[in-house]
């Protein structure tokens, strides 16, 4: 089993949509939590990271959820330059390893 | 500004040589890792390292070596390329919580480096 499972996509979404993804991760030791966003042929860079109580920035909401062991991102109104791929990652500190995800595609059409 | 740089960009290589990725790091960070990334696998973890020669095997570490002799250089060494080799790699460096407050430590990447092995 991956440690970090995500929904390859794509997600296809008009501009101004609400859309939603999330982030299932198996060790329940994971203690830190992470989205990252990836540009075609760019490295992946940190779009936020995922708080206990939640987090927001902006049109961005990042929710973690220990007890069935899953991160969320929830993109408001969005825009074409929303159009990406959104990796999560999951960081367990004793071992000082990120894990990542493959990966969420989102597609924003005008 | 955390700085990661990948020297070589765009190589192209042929089956058998050594090829050298170099990645510098800015920021005085322990950590270094080495991921590749493919087409549907995401981002697979080659080497990392938590202290200058110190090093330890990812999850896909046959066929590469590392070498780390300064804290701000992390190499990765593909000793015979192989086509199978051909990818995207990405070098990365996060602090590590040895002797610090653990704060949730991010990860940065580098530009990457686009590997052709012919």
């Known amino acids: 089993r991956k440690e970090v499972e995500q929904d390859p996509g794509p997600f296809n979404v008009p501009e101004g949509a609400t859309v939603a993804f999330n982030c299932t991760y198996s060790?329940?030791?994971?203690?830190?939590f992470f989205w990252y966003r990836q540009d075609c042929r760019k490295e992946p860079k940190l779009l936020m990271s995922?708080?206990?109580s939640g987090n927001e920035d902006g049109r961005f909401t990042a929710q973690l959820n220990r007890a069935s062991q899953y991160i969320s991102l929830l993109i408001r109104d969005s825009k074409l330059s929303d159009s990406a791929t959104y990796l999560c990652a999951v960081n367990m500190r004793n071992f000082n390893k990120f894990y990542f995800g493959s990966g969420t595609k989102l597609n924003v059409k005008p | 500004d955390v700085k990661v740089t990948q020297s070589s960009r765009y190589l192209v290589k042929r089956t058998g040589e050594k090829v050298f990725l170099e990645c510098v790091q800015d920021?005085?960070?322990?950590?270094m890792f080495w991921y590749r990334q493919d087409p549907g696998l995401g981002l697979r973890l080659i080497y990392f390292?938590?202290?200058?020669?110190?090093?330890e095997k990812g999850d896909i570490p046959e066929g590469y070596s590392v070498s780390r002799e300064k804290k701000e250089r992390f190499s990765l060494i593909l000793e015979s390329a192989s086509t199978n080799q051909t990818s995207m790699y990405l070098c990365a460096s996060s602090f590590g919580d040895r002797g610090r407050v653990f704060s949730g430590n991010t990860i940065y990447f580098g530009e990457g480096s686009w590997l052709t092995v012919v």
């Open positions: 920021m005085d960070h322990e950590n």
């Open positions: 995922v708080y206990s």
């Open positions: 390292s938590y202290d200058v020669k110190m090093k």
């Open positions: 060790n329940s030791a994971s203690q830190s």
